[in-house]
């Protein structure tokens, strides 16, 4: 930030970084730039550790409060952007790539026996926050760490899948009318590469299509083939 107060490490992207700029210009925020990793800044300082509910997107990042002395870190909630980390005696290491953790030295590469079984049981998956090695773990999705001053440190899940039916939504069918009228508006737009957004064709998104497209889609194939 223009103060120092904030300094953040970003790797990501905020997809809805715009509406959230234009809410904060309208609570007295100045922005220097276009991008959206100034806007995560401005968000922690209206919402503090909140502000990550309101992000859209794939991120992690690391920003630390200088007058609080206190480091807020946060992944996205499907956890596309990785973070490892290795806590030291002296301090906490971080990286978004194992092997660039690993070039830093000092990290206990023992083989994690939990980690192990995870990777034989689930086809080589290591479920966070472990990983194959002992000394290295990672940030679980939706998750924030805060570290305060003190080297003390909490974590807590910020966001989690709903897995039961709403009522409201226990009668919807697959008309692609009506799914458009369904869908979150953030599912129906598409980047474009001047960072503004464009409507998304129902079939993009949800792979239904009516039967005279499938009838179409069809003979376009055979043609090809002939």
């Known amino acids: 930030t223009e103060d120092k107060s904030l300094w953040i490490i970003h790797n990501g992207e905020i997809y809805n970084y715009q509406a959230i700029r234009e809410e904060l210009k309208g609570k007295g925020h100045r922005f220097r730039s276009d991008g959206d990793t100034e806007v995560i800044l401005a968000a922690y300082r209206e919402w503090g550790e909140e502000c990550v509910r309101r992000f859209n997107g794939m991120w992690v990042f690391i920003l630390y409060d200088v007058p609080r002395r206190r480091l807020f870190v946060s992944r996205d909630r499907f956890g596309i952007k990785p973070l490892y980390y290795t806590e030291l005696a002296n301090g906490l290491r971080f990286a978004s790539t194992l092997p660039a953790l690993l070039a830093t030295g000092s990290i206990d590469t023992d083989i994690d026996p939990v980690a192990l079984h995870h990777y034989m049981s689930f ?6 926050p472990h990983t194959i090695l002992r000394g290295v773990r990672k940030l679980p999705p939706a998750t ?29 069918g697959f008309d692609p009318n009506e799914l458009k009228n369904q869908l979150d508006p953030r599912q129906m737009m598409t980047p474009r590469d001047d ?3 464009s409507p998304m064709h129902v079939e993009e998104e949800t792979g239904v299509a009516t039967p005279e497209e499938a009838e179409e889609t069809t003979r376009a194939g055979e043609k090809n083939e002939t």
């Open 123 to 128: 086809h080589a998956v290591v479920p966070a």
């Open 144 to 172: 924030i760490r805060v570290i305060e001053p003190d080297g003390k440190s909490r974590e807590r899940t910020y966001w989690a899948p709903v897995f039961h039916t709403p009522d409201d939504e226990k009668n919807l």
């Open 195 to 197: 960072d503004t957004y």
